[in-house]
């Protein structure tokens, strides 16, 4: 078994084979239980693009699971006219340039530091920095005054908290899970608040009121920006270096240059999918794939396994046009936060590839999460000396965390 399966398989041991055998059943299958299951890139793109027939707002959807905790306009839950007009309002946001100097501002100092525990031997949790610098990202954007290692690994486990409360078969959470949400959700978004009421358009949260939006808009927006644009980053970079490591790819794209990072990150992506499933709810009578559908049913999009059907990874293979980034979403819907994600990515995976070549040191899978990660992987930098506590054969083995 391949360390991609593996890690699936310890995050979701029964739903995980439930959506591979459900990929057997043809590119669209009726699951009694779960909904419709979409297993094909094309049929995923239509119901993504469209939103008259396939809903965020419905029963069963993500708006049914999100919206007790994050309110009400959050883009994650809306449709329609609404969703269009708050869209339009963030679409200058995270652009390219603002999340390229964002994230080189926020990292500077965490990728120096890792860069010099790797050019001095040491082995480096991966799964811990990256968790720390996700995080120091995300405190950034909600405006967050504490910025020490520890703060931000509290910051990190805190949404983790959350998003574990879902599963792959979750469709709504239960009060008490609603009230611990809250419980850390709340405090996030008086610190937005305060962001928010400063108006410095140099932070994420006075960019909002210029842009428009309300307090209780940024608020939301602050608290679904910290939902999801932590995990996809902190579990990626791990799973990155794993993949390249493992396909004998590392060296190359490591001397290579930043369009070949950037294929990687791409196919890391693809075969990570950092989002396993989508739902829709839907809201007219319509057909998918062959398979009829009708006001109320639930739509899971299974995008793994519309990734997965492409092959095993490959940065020199092109992704069709149908599979281009589809684990970010498509059409209206598709990630805002996109530009910030790749921009952190692309530069803690050049940071960690600088010191290559590298070594696994150790690795393991972890368990009790939404999205397969690792626990830990460590690597350590074959180019240099070991620590003399190595030499001497009395180091532990365990890696050093964080990014400092």
Sequence with gaps: MNWESRLYLTAHPVAYPLLRAAARGGPCVRVPGVGVVVNDASLARGVLMDGDAFRKDGPGSPGELWTPVLGPSVLLNMEGDAHLALRRRLAGLFTPSYSAELSARVLAGPLDRLARRLTRGAAVDLVDASRVMAAAVIGEVIGLETRTEDAYRDLFEQGERIVSMVSLRTRGLSRSQVARARAVLDPLGDIAARSYAAGDEKTVMGRMRALGLSVDEARGAAGAFFLTGTETVATLLPRLVALLADS?????????????????????????????????????????????????????????????????FDPDRPHPPELRRLWFGAGPHFCIGYPLAMAEIRLMARAVLSAAPLTITRRKAARHVLIPTYEVLAVRSQAAPLPAAARLGSEDGRPERGAA
């Design 248 to 312: 004998g790819q590392l060296a190359r794209v490591a001397a290579g240059p930043d369009a070949l990072l950037t294929r990687a990150v791409d196919e890391a992506m693809r075969v990570a999918t950092p989002t396993p499933v989508m739902l829709r709810s839907v809201h007219r009578r319509t057909r998918v794939g062959g398979v009829e559908v009708r006001p109320g049913d639930r739509v899971l999009i299974a995008t793994h396994n519309c990734c997965r059907a492409h092959g095993p």
